[in-house]
C-alpha cells in the first residue's frame, strides 16, 4: 500500500559552513543551481515527469557555537538573505523558545528536497450487500484480561458487508490477519471495507 500511494523523494545535501555575512545570494544560487540539477537528475531516472517534479531549497542555519540547526526553506531564486536570516530568528523562537538576533548566525548546509508526485490508484468502493449473519462462522470463548472468557462471535472478513457494524467482543478472521475487537469496542466497515476501531463511550 505504501509503495503504491508514496510519491518519490531525493534529499541532496551538502556540509557548507560559512558566517552568514560572508556568503553571497550568487554563491548560494550557483550551490543550488548544482544540487537541483542532481536531484532533477534522479527524478528522470525514476520515469518521474517534469511537470509532476518539485524541488525546494532549504538552508541550515544555526547561532555560532550551537550544534543544533534550523532548515529554514528559502525562494528560488533566493530573494535575499535577509529575509531568510530574519525567518531563522523567527522559526528559532517557535522552536526552542528564544531568538538572539545580535548573535552571530553561520550556514551549516545546503539541502534541496526532490518530490515526484506519482499518479494515485483509485480502489474500489462497496455497496451495502448481504448481511453480517452471513459472514459468522462460529461463536467460541476467547479470553480478555479485564472479563476472562466472554461468548465470542468469529465472522470471515471477506463475507462482511460494506457499512456494517461489529459490536465487541468479535474476531474477525481472514487469510492474511486476524483483527480482535475487544469488549466495549464497536468496528465499522467503511465504503472500502475498511475496518474501523473505537471505543465506545
Not at 531549497?57 to 550551537?66: L, T
Not at 552571530?104 to 528536497?113: A, D, K, P, R, S
Not at 480482535?180 to 473505537?198: C, E, G, H, M, Q
Request: charged fraction near 30%.
Amino acid at each position: 500500500m505504501g509503495c503504491l500511494l508514496v510519491d518519490v523523494r531525493h534529499d541532496i545535501s551538502k556540509t557548507y559552513v560559512k558566517n552568514v555575512k560572508d556568503v553571497s545570494v550568487k554563491d548560494l544560487e550557483k550551490e543550488f543551481i548544482e544540487m537541483e540539477k542532481e536531484a532533477a537528475e534522479l527524478l528522470q531516472e525514476e520515469g518521474v515527469a517534469k511537470e509532476a517534479s518539485t524541488l525546494m531549497r532549504y538552508i541550515d542555519m544555526r547561532y555560532m557555537g550551537q550544534w543544533r540547526s534550523l532548515a529554514i526553506e528559502v525562494d528560488c531564486p533566493i530573494s535575499s538573505l535577509e529575509e531568510t536570516l530574519d525567518r531563522f530568528h523567527q522559526e528559532h523562537e517557535r522552536e526552542f523558545s528564544f531568538s538572539d538576533k545580535e548573535q552571530t548566525v553561520e550556514i551549516y548546509g545546503l539541502l534541496v528536497t526532490a518530490i515526484g508526485t506519482v499518479p494515485k490508484p483509485k480502489f474500489p468502493t462497496y455497496e451495502p450487500g448481504g448481511t453480517l449473519a452471513d459472514a459468522l462462522k462460529e461463536t467460541r470463548d476467547v479470553y480478555f484480561e479485564e472479563e476472562g472468557y466472554v461468548n465470542t462471535n468469529v465472522y470471515n472478513r471477506e463475507l462482511i458487508p460494506a457499512f456494517s457494524e461489529i459490536k465487541g467482543p468479535a474476531i474477525v478472521d481472514q487469510l492474511d490477519t486476524t483483527t480482535v475487537i475487544p469488549p466495549n469496542f464497536t468496528a465499522k466497515v467503511d465504503k472500502y471495507r475498511n475496518l474501523i476501531l473505537s471505543q465506545n463511550k
